[in-house]
């Protein structure tokens, strides 16, 4: 469990760019659940549009089709994107998520948005 001051230090290293120290000793496995968040640069409204969610699903459409990961849930709020996925191949669950942004990309161009570096997962 997560003391208070755990929580400090791990905001601290955000803030430093050192997300690659969160990281440190995490297993990605091929079968394993995940859930990520994306977020729009500067938390941007404009999400929850029809557009952008037939993109979404055209994405999800397409990474199930190849058979890299089974998307379980996706959610589009005003400012970010909730997913929770399977694995089914050697994708890391980045690469997964940086495929559907990529794809939703030139979509989020037409109104003005782009997204955030990096995920939450």
Known sequence: MLRSFDYALIEDMRTKGQTAQLRKGRITSVGSIYFTTAVTYNRNIGLANEAIYKELIDSLELLENNKKAIPLMWMLMPDHMHGI???????????????????MTPILREFNLLWQKNLYE
């Open 85 to 103: 996925f399977r694995l089914t191949s050697d994708l890391s669950p980045g690469k997964v998520v940086g495929f559907v942004k990529g794809r």
